[in-house]
């Protein structure tokens, strides 16, 4: 017996920082309102409606809209809007039926047969296939294609060979058996499976046009989707534009006409915008959030995900454990978030946030406990300790580096203070322009970086995998083959309650050794004009417009 959909669902939990909005106009109506009439018998007159645009603020140019290389937040909200997996998020953040119309598991949980709705399109025309499924989930998994997200894949039989070059592609267990029946087969049964599927890496490509044009992703005359919206103008590093995609298969569900996306990377340039009316959502200014949060406008939403930075273990003077310790005790988390962000984030006290509930209905993090906070005498005395082991007269010099924004300035500038302050370390401070930043970080030419994460799915593993040895996601150059271990059994475990005790001891390992460390945990605080409804930012998930509406 197979079983449906509907029995296997995933919810999830947490809080969060992401806002995103922008353009002219914004919460108004557009200027397509065409002159009504009478008809020749003179009784009636027809107002057309208005077209509905709404103006969004993506903050920078997408790192790419191929769904297998754009693995980041600026990439990932448009994406989710212009493209569609086989399954989707719920407006109650649930995996459902998408692009596929029905899903059967086998009674061992290893099997998944997807099958594809008969009017799904994509949106030059072309009905989505089950290959179109194969092509793209292979696109991720190739090595050549260096994906970031293709660790997520390590779930489907095969797949984790085919990406470290240790097998072939004929050996991934995913297949068309028809032009309308997609099937995968797992290592193991993954009760977060549909769930990790909605992440945009699974999403399907147009084999047809990428094998004609393998840069298809690249501009709006040449890209094709699949979801609720197209991408009709993209002017890189300016803006680009969505209009409703009238092949998408359930195009009478979405309200919009248009989202016209802006680049604003300024705070304070977005705030000012909302309020002039060119833009319909805005994120909070650090300097204005205490007056803001009574807002009746402000909206403070869930998102599963932490800010943090890295060490480079193989720079000195990082490569000393202690040292690393010294460090992470020097900073205060609490003044960070009450001081300089102030939007009401929790301060962090290990890697895993808030808001995953173990097989014994206790929070992680309360389970884990704290494992992080700010201890001055406890930072002095291991900075003292690791230079003696080094035999440091004095410290190689640091510096700390991060990507452009107002905000991740702040927070440097604060780091270093208390470097100076605890330690009497001078710290110097490098600004790098995001996409450079985001290359070189994984190159590894950063002592000590920023960094954040957002869950792709709703399970711990899915940040604790981040930093097993070779990762694309761990850039830190540390590497420990206990860790490793761990995490590959964490895979493998089946009784939930040993899987959670694994899952804790992970989080200590990782607090310990002290590649990374953490500052706070997100909540996100948008503000949202009145006239705008129905947007949903999911707390394990990337904004979605498909519900959206602009009065």
Known sequence: MKKWLSLFVVAFFILVLSACTANKDAGQST?????????????????????????????????????????DA??????????????????????????????????????????????????????????DFVFGWLHMLDPETASPASFLGYFIEGAEAYNNGEGSADAVAIKALEPKVFEVKLNAPTEAFLNIITNPSFFPVNEKVATQNPTWFADANTFVGNGPFKLVDWKHDA???????????????????KVEWAMINDSNTEYQMYQTGELDTSGVPSELAESLMD??????????????????VSMEP???????????????????????????????????????????????????????????????????????????????????????????????????????????VDVSLQNVEASVFAAEQKEFKYQLSRSSFLFDYADPANALESFITGSSMNRTTWSNAEYDKLIKDIKNETDATKRWAMLIQADK???????IFPLYYYNQVTLEKPSVSGILRHPVGYMDLKWADIK
């Open 318 to 424: 990082f490569t000393n454990k202690k040292i690393r310790q010294a460090f992470a005790y020097a900073v205060n988390q609490q003044e960070i978030v009450d001081y300089v962000t102030k939007v009401g984030q929790k301060a962090a006290e290990g890697f895993v946030p808030y808001g995953f509930i173990g097989p014994d209905g206790k929070e992680f993090r309360e389970s884990a406990g704290k494992l992080i906070g700010f201890d001055a005498d406890k930072a002095k005395a291991l900075l003292a300790e690791g230079m003696a082991e080094e035999g440091y007269k004095k410290l190689p010099e640091v510096t700390l580096t991060y990507s452009t924004s107002d905000s991740h300035k702040k927070i440097a500038e604060a780091l270093q203070s208390k470097f100076k302050e605890v330690l009497g």
């Open 295 to 312: 807002n009746p406008e402000l909206k403070n939403e869930d998102q599963a995900g932490l800010y943090f930075y890295r060490f480079n």
């Open 74 to 131: 600026v990439s990932w909200n448009a994406l989710n809007n212009i493209m569609e997996g086989l399954v989707r998020l719920s407006k109650d953040h649930l995996a459902e039926p998408a692009t596929a119309e029905k899903v059967d598991i086998s009674d061992d949980g290893l099997t998944y047969t997807f099958t594809l709705r008969e009017d799904a399109k994509w949106s030059n025309g072309d009905p989505v296939l089950a290959s």
């Open 239 to 257: 803006s680009f534009t969505f209009e409703k995609n009238e092949n998408y298969w359930d195009a009478s569900n979405v309200k919009l006409d």
């Open 31 to 71: 200027s397509t309102e065409k002159e009504s009439g009478k008809e020749e018998t003179g009784t009636t007159t027809e107002t057309l409606p208005t077209e509905k645009v709404l103006h969004l603020n993506n903050g920078n140019e997408p790192t790419s809209f191929d769904p297998s290389v754009g693995f």
């Open 509 to 515: 390992l990782l607090l310990d050794e002290m590649p």
